[in-house]
């Protein structure tokens, strides 16, 4: 009987400290940073206009392997964005592009970067997103 109860009591403690394995997401002390830079064409991509800031785009986060995005935020007036209060995990961070190849139903695709959080505070920042207008 001792030794149903030890094996009741390990397979509890065991339990308890794979439950507290938290998962990518908010309540920790992480920000992840980066800027969206838009590359300006006509609309069949054969004139080039310019380049700039994104300003006020849609900048999405997924948290770990998450189906569809967990947050969002829009960049300022630099093009800077940031999610902040993040533990450590892998996350997808992804803003929406005109599609320069022209093969896509809506004309959109998504910009994606993967990012992974080792440390539990600071900043970690995304190299820059180049979008297409």
Same mark, same amino acid.
């Given at each position: 009987m001792k030794?149903?109860?030890r094996n009741i009591?390990?397979?509890s403690i065991l339990i308890t400290l794979i439950s507290?394995?938290?998962k990518p997401g908010e309540g920790g002390n992480v920000t992840?940073?980066?800027s969206?830079?838009?590359?300006?064409y006509n609309s069949t991509f054969t004139e080039y206009r310019g380049e700039y800031a994104a300003m006020e785009e849609d900048v999405f986060i997924v948290?770990?392997? @998450?189906i569809g995005y967990d947050d969002k935020t829009k960049?300022?007036?630099?093009? @800077?964005?940031?999610? @902040?209060?993040?533990?450590?995990?892998?996350?997808t961070i992804f803003v929406y592009s005109k599609d320069s190849t022209m093969e896509t139903?809506?004309?959109e695709i998504a910009i994606i970067k993967n990012i992974e959080i080792n440390q539990s505070k600071g900043m970690c920042l995304v190299p820059q997103i180049v979008i297409f207008n």
């Open positions: 030794s149903f109860v009591l390990l397979l507290c394995e938290k992840i940073a980066g969206v830079w838009v590359k300006d948290y770990g392997d @998450n960049t300022d007036y630099l093009g @800077n964005y940031k999610f @902040n209060y993040l533990r450590p995990g892998k996350y139903v809506n004309g």
